[in-house]
């Protein structure tokens, strides 16, 4: 079946530097992307999102990148801080049914 | 506003025993949502609600999960028997309408179970 998946499990980066998460997806109707944090202990929390009309979009201190083409999705968080530590998760949405389909989980972990 | 609520925040039971768990969603949501997120994993969808309906219960395992929705506002998910691969995180997560393009999934703290 289609899936979602992500190129990393584990990420390690230094305090202050930027970080660039990776998803690559399967299914080629998927039209809305969306990237979430979960810390641990919580659910999962809305970080940005990016339609398939759209090659990029950028919020607070964060960037998403699209990339129809090859089927590939990207996390850029600029300035990484400790608490930024958590599992990163990218899920699309597609059809009629508008059902979330989630990656396995990239966990970054910001080094001081 | 208080988020999605759920309890028990864990839950240790031994094999073939019932267990439920209850979700309390974001006042005013009409959407429900039930997933299964094993470890490392992304969550998995069980079952969703539009109010009291249950529209999307094609991954929930009938022969042993059951959900309900009273008058569409809490939820309950149960699991009986209980086997050791129902072991994982259980979220409850609501939203205003179902399109995840334009209504935003909050998510719950999960239920933690953990099948001995």
């Known amino acids: 079946g289609e899936s979602v998946g992500l190129h990393l499990p584990t990420l390690s980066v230094q305090e202050g530097d930027n970080s660039i998460i990776n998803c690559a997806y399967s299914n080629s109707a998927s039209d809305y992307f969306i990237w979430y944090k979960q810390e641990s202990g919580k659910g999962p929390q809305f970080i940005i999102d990016i339609r398939s009309n759209m090659d990029k979009r950028q919020g607070q201190r964060v960037t998403v990148l699209l990339n129809k083409t090859v089927k590939h999705l990207s996390l850029q968080i600029a300035a990484t801080q400790p608490g930024d530590s958590a599992v990163y998760f990218c899920?699309?949405?597609?059809?009629?049914?508008?059902?979330?389909?989630f990656g396995s989980g990239t966990q970054l972990t910001v080094l001081p | 506003e208080a988020g999605v609520v759920q309890s028990p925040r864990y839950k240790i039971i031994e094999k073939k025993q019932p267990v439920a768990f209850w979700c309390n969603p974001i006042?005013?949501?009409?959407?429900l949502y039930w997933y299964l997120q094993n470890l490392g994993q992304g969550p998995e969808l069980l079952i969703r609600?539009?109010?009291?309906?249950?529209?999307?219960d094609s991954q929930l395992p009938k022969d042993r999960f059951s959900a309900e929705r009273l008058k569409g506002v809490d939820s309950t998910l149960k699991i009986q028997p209980a086997e050791l691969g129902d072991s994982a995180v259980y979220l409850c997560?609501?939203?205003?309408?179902?399109?995840?393009?334009?209504?935003?999934?909050?998510f719950g703290p999960g239920t933690r179970l953990t099948v001995l």
């Open positions: 997560a609501s939203s205003l309408d179902f399109d995840p393009a334009i209504n935003e999934q909050f």
């Open positions: 609600y539009e109010n009291e309906e249950a529209v999307d």
């Open positions: 899920a699309e949405s597609s059809g009629s049914a508008r059902q979330l389909t």
């Open positions: 006042s005013g949501h009409n959407t």
